[in-house]
């Protein structure tokens, strides 16, 4: 029989779990020298859930973070100095107000993104990451009600 486990690695756990599972579909969506191209992970939130989640991704093979966006620069140079000290180049930062992560997602060189912020803005950053063409994985929760819940499934069918 297994050892019960906290709160906190159950949360770690699952949320490292649900990343990898909602980037799965962008893995085979390019080439690198063995064959594959990085899947390229756009961060939008780099307070301590967001870094917590970069840190698991740069662990993962061919995947790769071009940007990060947040409201606090120094959250931003938190995460480029994670993303840095895993061999990767420095990421573009998006610090410049509320609706910098809309400027993020414009971006052609991001097959997904990562939304760790607070979760009021989790429905809305999601939509908007879907109408952009991205792959979306939500810090828990995607939704607070059931309003929302109905934006998320009219931005995946759109």
């Known amino acids: 029989m297994s050892e019960p486990i906290d709160r906190r690695e159950f949360l770690k756990r699952t949320t490292t779990a649900t990343a990898a599972l909602a980037l799965a579909p ?3 969506l390019g080439e690198d020298q ?6 390229r992970v756009g961060l939008i939130g780099a307070g301590n859930r967001g870094c917590s989640l970069l840190r698991a991704l740069m662990g993962m093979e061919r995947v790769s973070v071009p940007a990060v ?3 606090d620069k120094a959250r931003i140079a938190v995460a480029g100095k994670i993303i840095t000290d895993a061999g990767q180049n420095e990421p573009e930062g998006y610090a410049d ?4 992560y809309k400027r993020l997602l414009t971006r ?3 097959d997904a993104v990562i939304i760790a912020t607070p979760w009021d803005l989790h429905t809305p950053m999601a939509a908007a990451g879907m109408r952009a063409g991205k792959y979306v994985a939500v810090e828990v929760p995607a939704s607070i009600n059931m309003a929302q819940c109905w934006e998320l499934v009219r931005a995946h069918e759109e």
């Open 26 to 28: 962008a893995v085979s």
């Open 34 to 39: 063995a064959g594959q191209r990085p899947v």
């Open 69 to 71: 966006c947040d409201i």
């Open 97 to 100: 107000g509320d609706e910098a």
């Open 108 to 110: 052609d060189d991001l």
